[in-house]
Every structure is written in C-alpha cells, then in structure tokens.
C-alpha cells in the first residue's frame, strides 16, 4: 500500500474519533493499537508500543511540565493574584482603559507565574469582570482583554505546552523558554496599545470615572508586599535558566517550592492552607496525567508515521514544491490556524509537530523559530471560535447573560493582535533567537 493511502487511512481514523468525542489519549491509543498490531508483526508490535509509551514519559526533560503547572495552580488557588491586581490598578491612575490594561498587565504578570491558560483567564474573570460591567465597559474591551491575556501563559514562561514543544522536537527546553519571552512582551504590548488607541478614539466603549488618590509611599509598599516577591519567583524560574546556574527542571522546582512559600507568609502555616496546598496537588496530578497520557500516544504515532515512510515522503514533497520556503511555513500557520478552531492545542501540537518539524529543518530555518510561531498560533487556538478552551472558560465566569456570541465577538480584534506579532516574528527572527543565543 503506498504511503500516502496509509497517511490518509491513519489520519482519517483518528479524525473520526475525534469528532465521535471519544477522549484524545483514547483515540490516539486506538489507532496506534491497530496500527502496531497490522505494521509491526502482531503481538511483537504491541510489545514494542509499550516500550515506547515507557520512553516518552521516562525522560528528564519533561519534569518542568507538573512543575510550571503546579505553580499556577497554587497562586490561583492561594488567591495571591487579587492583591497583585489590586497594587496594579494603584499604580495605573486614569488612564484611558485603566481596568482593561490591568487585564493585560495582570495577565501578563500572572503568566510568569502560571502555565495555565485556563486558570489565567478565570482569574482575571472573576477578578476584573463585575467591576468592568459597574464602570459600563463595553464586552468588547471587558471580555475581550481577559480572554486574549488569559492565554499570554503559553507565549511567557514558564509555559508547560513550550516544554512539550521543545521535549517532541528534540531541541532545548531552556532555548524555547528563552526565545518566547521577547514575543510574549510584545504580544502584550500590541494588546495595550490597541486598548489605549481606542480609549481615545471611541472613550464610550471605556467610560472614565473617578479614581481614589493614593499616595506614593502607601503604592511602594504595596509593590514591595505583593508584586516584588512575584519579581524573586521570576528570577527563580527565568533568571537563574538565563544565567546558567539552573537548569530548566531544577528552576521550575525552586519556582514551585517559591510559591509554596509565598502562600505561607501570606495565608499563615493553618488547615485551610493546607486544604488548598492538597487542592491544588490534586489539580496537578489530573492536569499532568491527561496531558502525558496525549504525549505518549503522539509520540508512538509519529514513529508509524515514520515507519510507513509517510513523514519523510511528505518532508521531499514540501521540498520540491516550487514555493518560497516561507510560503511554505506561512500555508502550515493557516492550516494551524485552521485546526485551532476545532481541537485544543495540545491535541494540535501532537498530530502536526511529527510532520512540521522535519520540513521545517529541511527548509533550512531555525526550529527555536519555528516553534515560538507555531505557540503564537496554539495561544490564539484558545481563543479562536467556536471551540476554544478558553472561551468556555469566559463563558463560566461571565454573567448568565453573556451570549457565546459576545464572547466570540469580543475576542476577535485580540486574535488580530496575535496575527501582528506572529508577523514580526516571521519578518524578524531575531525577536525569537536573541535570547537563547546569550545563554
């Protein structure tokens, strides 16, 4: 049977179980199953598809991952982000758009601390959106900058879906930590600057109103009581990757042992804390187990692929096509773009990665590259209708009278902002490859 016929069979299978809502693992268990058992000679398949289902999990690389997602879970559940917000908006005076900057602000600080989207925007949800809808915001700058800021934590380190990334593709976990931390600020810039650029322009969508005055002194220390320890976490997590003393598992353990703390000096050392410590282990184990039980059926499905000659055939097709190496990369984004509207990120970055990475280095380009577009493209995947992750999430925390159709209508300008940065990352490589070339 000719490669392309069992591509098609493979990816047909799987699509099918997708859509009949069979759980992703299961359905990436059930087609490698089938095809070990038809490829692989039988029983002597099976065996050797356990063994790779061992070897995906059993690797040191992939120890951050329960980490970054363990340290979000214990700032949410800790509620330590509310006074966070609370010094921001101190600091933020009348600003035009003051509360949807703190969403960016606030998502954007929350991401260095979180690898959580999904806890990212219920936070800023349930935090900023009543006092949004009392000031009279409009859904589009209440909803909107919570639902894009909320998924900031995949483009800011720690970002648990960028050690995925780098784990599938075989390139280093502490370069792809480093080259998506300039395309995070920027992403993050853009969004405020287009907040601040419609305040001016149409000011009823953000109406103005009276600021309680606050001395200088009483803001510095609320900085130092609530945003400067977060500074020593990043530097945990960041610095010490940054500087070569750490390496990426060894600072996402200091990070997450830094958080327990934190949450210590602020809540006390009680049985409620205790409680939510227990909450939000439990969380973590749930979150890490659904997310390795997807990678090791990812993992064993892209070596069918290349078994059946299917990856490298499709790697020579890409490299004789008569295009522009860049039109290229530029179709695989549209067709990303295309995938984000129906399955999560996860789910994407498990059934393309296998195909994208070999073509991408057969092009001649930089993966580190590569992958900070392709998590510019995951991070608007959860928040591209209709299925986005994160737009449910809104839709929980939002008023009963919210619509999906505000949600989704709100978010899109945001989604434009996205759409610029993954254009100056693909006309400036440099933004992505500058920092993991100081390392």
């Known amino acids: 049977m000719e490669w392309w016929m069992i591509l098609c069979l493979i990816f047909g299978g799987l699509m099918v179980l997708f859509f009949i809502g069979v759980p992703v693992a299961y359905s990436f268990l059930c087609i490698n199953i089938i095809g070990v058992y038809l490829l692989w000679g039988g029983v002597d398949g099976i065996n050797q598809l356990v063994l790779s289902i061992y070897r995906s999990v059993s690797t040191f690389s992939l120890l951050p991952v329960p980490l970054f997602i363990l340290m979000g879970e214990v700032m949410f559940r800790a509620g330590i982000a509310p006074n966070m917000m609370d010094t921001l908006d101190k600091w933020l005076g009348k600003i035009p758009g003051r509360l949807s900057l703190i969403a960016v602000g606030g998502g954007t600080l929350f991401a260095t601390l979180s690898g959580s989207a999904m806890a990212g925007c219920a936070m800023l949800g ?3 959106l009543p006092e949004m809808r009392k000031r009279g915001y409009s859904n589009t700058m209440s909803i909107g900058p919570i639902l894009s800021c909320g998924g900031l934590a995949i483009m800011i380190p720690p970002s648990a879906l960028g050690v995925l990334l780098a784990s599938l593709s075989r390139i280093s976990v502490g370069g792809m930590l480093m080259a998506i931390i300039i395309p995070g600020i920027i992403m993050a810039t853009i969004k405020a600057g287009y907040i601040i650029l419609r305040g001016y322009l149409q000011p009823h969508l953000m109406p103005a109103y009276e600021v309680e005055k606050v001395s200088f002194e009483e ?3 609320l900085t130092l009581k609530y945003i400067l320890p977060l500074g020593m976490i990043i530097f945990l997590v960041i610095g010490l990757m940054f500087i070569g ?3 990426p598992t060894e600072s996402a353990a200091l990070g997450a042992l830094g958080c327990f703390v934190l949450m210590f000096i602020y809540q006390g050392f009680n049985r409620n804390v205790m409680k939510v410590a227990q909450k939000a282990i439990l969380a973590t184990s749930r979150i890490t187990v659904m997310m390795f039980m997807i990678m090791t059926g990812a993992i064993a499905f892209s070596q069918i692929l290349a078994f059946t000659g299917a990856s490298s055939s499709l790697v020579s097709l890409a490299g004789g096509l008569d295009l522009p190496p860049i039109m290229i990369v530029m179709i695989m984004q549209v067709m990303l773009l295309f995938l984000g509207m129906f399955m999560e990120p996860l789910t994407i970055m498990m059934v393309t990665l296998p195909i994208y990475m070999p073509i991408v280095k057969t092009l001649g380009y930089d993966p580190l590259w590569f992958g900070t577009i392709m998590l510019i493209n995951m991070e608007m995947a959860t928040t591209t209708p209709p299925f986005g992750l994160v737009l449910f999430v809104m839709k929980g925390v939002a008023p009963e009278d919210t619509r ?14 996205d759409a610029v940065t993954m254009f100056l990352i693909m006309i400036f490589p440099a933004l992505a ?3 993991p070339s100081l390392m």
Do not use: N, R
């Open 245 to 247: 003393i750490a390496t």
């Open 126 to 128: 349930s935090v900023l």
């Open 404 to 417: 999906m159709q505000d949600i989704y209508k709100a978010g899109l300008p945001f989604l434009l902002c």
């Open 433 to 435: 490859l500058h920092l």
């Open 219 to 221: 803001k510095l220390i």
